[in-house]
C-alpha cells in the first residue's frame, strides 16, 4: 500500500470540488490505519465483544507522531489503552500526498478501532 501512496504523491491535483482530495484522503486514511492496527494487540479475554473507540492523531511534516489522545472511549479502559499502545508503538506514519498533506499536517487524522473488525484480521 505504502508503494501505492508513492505512485500518487505529487500527482495529485484537486478539482474545484475537491473530490479528487477526499478521496487520497480516503486512502491515506486506510493505509494510516493498516500501519497503525499492525501494532494492536487484541486480548483473548475479549473476543466477541463489540468495542469501538476513536483516537486523534496529530503528525509533523515527517510523519513523526507528535500527539495522540482518545476522542471516544469504547468504556473499557483495557481496550483504549491497547489502542492508545499501538499508535505510540508506530512512532511514524508515511506523509500523506501533497493533495491532502497540509489539510493532514494541521487538522490530524482520526482512526477508529473496532474491535469485531480487529478480530477478524487476527
Known amino acids: 500500500m ?15 470540488e475537491g473530490s479528487a482530495g477526499v478521496e487520497i484522503e480516503e486512502f491515506y486514511q486506510g493505509i494510516v490505519e493498516s500501519k497503525i492496527k499492525a501494532n494492536f494487540r487484541y486480548p483473548n479475554f475479549k473476543f466477541g465483544k463489540l468495542l469501538i473507540c476513536f483516537i486523534s492523531i496529530k503528525i509533523n ?3 513523526e507522531i507528535l500527539e495522540y489522545h ?4 469504547s468504556g473499557d479502559e483495557v481496550y483504549d489503552s491497547l489502542a492508545l499502545r499501538a499508535i505510540l508503538d508506530t512512532k511514524v506514519l508515511p506523509l500523506p500526498p501533497p493533495g491532502i498533506r497540509e489539510k493532514i499536517l494541521r487538522e490530524g487524522i482520526e482512526i477508529e478501532f473496532n474491535s469485531q473488525e480487529l478480530e477478524g484480521s487476527k
Open 2 to 16: 505504502v508503494s501505492a501512496l508513492k505512485e500518487i504523491q505529487g500527482e495529485v491535483k484537486e478539482d474545484k
Open 61 to 63: 511534516e515527517r510523519g
Open 70 to 73: 482518545l476522542k471516544k472511549s
